[in-house]
């Protein structure tokens, strides 16, 4: 369109010139004639603007059609179940991939059973599938074969909120509100009285740093957290975790950014608390996992080891490795500072 306006008016200039040149055009006349071409030519490039717009509205539409016409992947049951049993977990030779039907499976003919109660660590270098794991038991997302049974029932006959209310995920990434650090517990569970968060915050070692507070429990958090370290906002998520008191509770590194001696304490608390709780306790340090009940070895999305510590050592390489990697190197960050203390002190 810019070519047809600046031939345009090139040709005009050129025949315009020889017209009043030869007389029989006067300026005034062609001035005139620049002002009407340009005007029609700017209609048309209006209208051409139109056509344009048009087709990017259709594509923009069908895009629209498609997103409200997708049907979800999981859907609720007709008579969804309303109560959970137990803390059991049962993986049914579980198959997994995010695109279902195509692509490497995240995991892969995954059979394990849990007990009510137990505390499994799980294990894994990255990528071996130990997210994608735990966030089969609250549905996060449907399995493409086998099943994930919970309290004996598979997960997709349970209405989802109800199953969520009994399946506690405390992320390696919490997020915390604006408000007082009450109201930040409370989202676990709206109608909790002081005692019951303070209670909770004993069991993760929150009540530690919140007495020091001025405010104590009706200290201000920013948003995101910010005027809480790492470590301070991971406690007060876990405590927010256990005021809902699940049946199963799901740890995700959660405790990455919490010394080892804090971390020792709230597993402590958890098997004095909350022992007919089911505990999942994914890490990345053997010294947050070595005292489970069971160890679960994930490698490539498959079941590698799946037994206690001691024997995990004697009859699993991947977790030798890791272990002696650890260990060699020193151990947990904090673990050289506090032998070296205890040298000194000797």
């Keep these: ?84 049993a137990d803390g059991s977990i049962d993986f049914n030779h ?17 059979d394990l059973h849990i007990r009510p109660g137990e505390t499994i660590g799980i294990i894994g270098g990255t990528g071996s599938g130990k997210s994608s794991l735990v966030g089969l038991v609250s549905r996060l997302y449907d399995v493409d074969s086998g099943s994930v049974c919970v309290g004996g029932k598979d997960v997709r006959s349970y209405d989802t909120e109800t199953l969520r209310n009994q399946v506690a995920v405390v992320l390696q990434k919490n997020v915390l509100f604006s408000g007082t650090i009450l109201d930040n517990l409370r989202w676990g ?12 915050c004993q069991q993760a070692c929150a009540d530690e740093f919140i007495q020091r507070f001025p405010d104590g429990y009706h200290t201000w958090i920013e948003q995101g957290g910010s005027n809480v370290s790492g470590g301070q906002k991971q406690r007060l998520c876990i405590a927010r975790a256990l005021l809902k008191k699940p049946k199963i509770l799901i740890l995700d590194d959660s405790t990455s950014a919490v010394d080892t001696a804090t971390g020792a304490k709230i597993r402590a608390a958890f098997s004095k608390k909350i022992p007919g709780t089911t505990k999942l306790i994914v890490a990345q340090r053997i010294s947050s996992v070595q ?44 673990q050289p500072a506090q032998e070296e203390k205890e040298g000194v002190q000797a």
Aim: glycine share 8%.
């Design 1 to 84: 369109m810019m070519t047809v306006i600046y031939g345009c008016i090139l040709a005009i200039s050129w025949f315009g010139a020889h017209f009043i040149v030869s007389g029989s055009l006067t300026t005034g006349n062609l001035t005139s004639l620049f002002s009407y071409v340009m005007s029609v030519l700017m209609s048309l490039m209006m209208l051409s603007m139109i056509f344009v717009m048009i087709t990017m509205s259709a594509a923009s539409g069908r895009r629209i059609a498609e997103v409200l016409n997708e049907v979800p992947d999981m859907s609720e049951p007709d008579q969804p179940e309303q109560t959970v």
């Design 291 to 334: 005292g489970a009940d069971r160890i679960l070895v994930l490698d490539g999305g498959k079941i590698n080891g799946f037994d206690s510590h001691d024997n995990l050592l004697k009859i699993n390489r991947i977790y030798r490795e890791i272990y002696e990697a650890q260990t060699q190197s020193g151990g947990d960050f904090d």
């Design 94 to 110: 579980v198959s997994f991939s995010y695109k279902h039907g195509s692509g490497e499976p995240t995991l892969e003919d995954i």
């Design 189 to 200: 569970k709206e109608d909790a009285t002081e005692a019951e968060c303070a209670e909770a």
